[in-house]
C-alpha cells in the first residue's frame, strides 16, 4: 500500500523521474558492475598473453585501440597519468580495473574497483566501447542519453511516453548485456515492475523520502551529482512541507474529536438535568402544593444557575474550536 506521501504530492513527471533514477542507478547498476568485472577479466587474461603483453607496454608498444573496437584508449586514466606530460606516461594496464578505466574519462576514472564507486557513466562508456559488449553498444549508447538526460533533471521532458520508452530501453540494453539468463529475467521483471508501480503513482509502499534518501546513497561517487542531489534536495523539501501540513491538519481532527465529544457529554448531562425538573415538575401536581413549591423554587435556582454556566460552556467551546485552515 502506497504511503500517504506516495500520491498526490508529486507532479508525474517528478514521480518518473525518480522511478527512471532508482532504475538506473539501483536495479541494473550493481547487476551491470558485475557482468562488466566478469567480461573484462577474460580479456584481460587475453591480452596479458604474447603477442600483446598488455601488462608490459611501454610509449614504445603501448596499442591505441583494441580491435575490433575502434575506441581510441585513455591512458590518461591510468597509473596517475593525469597529473603527468604525455611522452612520461606509464602505458602498463597493471590489472582489469586498469583496462576498464582505459575506455572512461579521466573525471570517470575515480573508482577503486567495480562496486559503488564505479557509477552509471563509467560502466557506460566501457560497454559503449569495450569490444566484449560489442552486441550491446548500440543500446548502451541509447541508455546513456537517457542517464545523460535523467542528471541534468529537466523534470518536464520526464513524460509519460519518455519514461516508459525509456524503460523499455533499459530491458533492450540488460536483454544485450551478456547477463545469465536467470539475472536478465530478474532485472527485466524488476524494471516491467518500476514501470507498473510508477503508473499507480506508488513505490511498492515505500515513501518517496526514503527512495530519494536511498537514491542519494547510490549517487555519492557519481562524477556530476550536484545537478541530481540539487533537486532531490528540492524535491525532499516539498515533501517535508506537504509532511507538515498533514500533520497540523491531523491534530486539528483530534482537536475537533475532543471537543465534539466533550459537547455530546454536556448536551447528555444537559437533557438528563431537564429530566429531572419535569420529573419535579409533575410531582407538584400531586404533592402538597406549598411545601414542594418551596422545595422546587430551591432546586430551580441551582439548577437554573448550573444550566445557564453549561449552555455558556457550549456556547464558547464552539465558537473558540480551531478550524482547519485548507491547503491547496
Given at each position: 500500500?502506497?504511503?500517504?506521501l ?98 572512461m ?77 536467470t539475472?536478465e ?87 438528563r ?47 473558540t ?8
Amino acid at each position: 500500500m502506497a504511503s500517504s506521501l506516495s500520491t498526490g504530492s508529486l507532479t508525474g513527471d517528478e514521480r518518473r523521474w525518480i522511478v527512471v533514477g532508482v532504475c538506473l542507478n539501483k536495479v541494473i547498476l550493481p547487476t551491470l558492475r558485475n557482468v562488466v568485472a566478469t567480461e573484462l577479466q577474460k580479456l584481460y587474461i587475453r591480452l596479458s598473453k604474447p603477442p600483446d603483453e598488455i601488462h608490459k607496454q611501454s610509449i614504445a608498444t603501448y596499442k591505441n585501440t583494441l580491435p575490433p573496437s575502434a575506441f581510441r584508449l585513455n591512458y590518461k586514466s591510468i597509473n596517475n597519468n593525469e597529473k603527468k606530460p604525455g611522452h612520461t606516461y606509464d602505458f602498463a594496464v597493471k590489472d582489469v580495473l586498469s583496462l576498464a578505466k582505459l575506455y572512461m574519462q579521466p573525471h570517470m576514472a575515480k573508482c577503486t574497483g567495480f562496486d559503488n564507486t564505479m557509477d552509471m557513466s563509467a560502466i557506460l562508456a566501457v560497454m559503449c566501447n569495450a569490444t566484449p559488449f560489442s552486441s550491446a553498444a548500440a543500446d548502451a549508447e541509447i541508455v546513456r542519453n537517457i542517464r545523460n538526460k535523467w542528471a541534468h533533471c529537466n523534470f518536464s521532458e520526464w513524460t509519460q511516453a519518455v519514461f516508459t520508452a525509456s524503460i523499455q530501453a533499459l530491458i533492450s540494453f540488460i536483454k544485450t548485456s551478456n547477463l545469465p539468463k536467470t539475472d536478465e529475467k530478474a532485472v527485466c521483471d524488476n524494471l516491467d515492475d518500476w514501470e507498473k508501480e510508477a503508473g499507480l503513482g506508488l513505490c511498492f509502499g515505500q515513501p518517496f523520502t526514503e527512495l530519494i534518501t536511498e537514491l542519494r546513497a547510490s549517487l555519492k561517487h557519481q562524477c556530476d551529482t550536484e545537478i541530481v542531489n540539487k533537486k532531490l534536495n528540492n524535491i525532499e523539501s516539498k515533501l517535508c512541507k506537504i509532511k507538515e501540513v498533514e500533520k497540523n491538519a491531523a491534530e486539528n481532527s483530534e482537536e475537533l474529536k475532543r471537543q465534539k465529544e466533550k459537547l455530546e457529554c454536556h448536551s447528555n448531562e444537559l437533557e438528563r438535568h431537564s429530566n429531572e425538573l419535569e420529573d419535579l415538575n409533575k410531582k407538584l401536581k400531586t404533592e402538597d402544593h406549598d411545601k414542594q413549591k418551596e422545595n422546587y423554587s430551591k432546586f430551580a435556582d441551582k439548577k437554573g444557575i448550573y444550566l445557564i454556566t453549561l449552555k455558556y460552556e457550549i456556547f464558547m467551546m464552539y465558537f473558540t474550536t480551531p478550524h482547519i485552515e485548507q491547503h491547496g
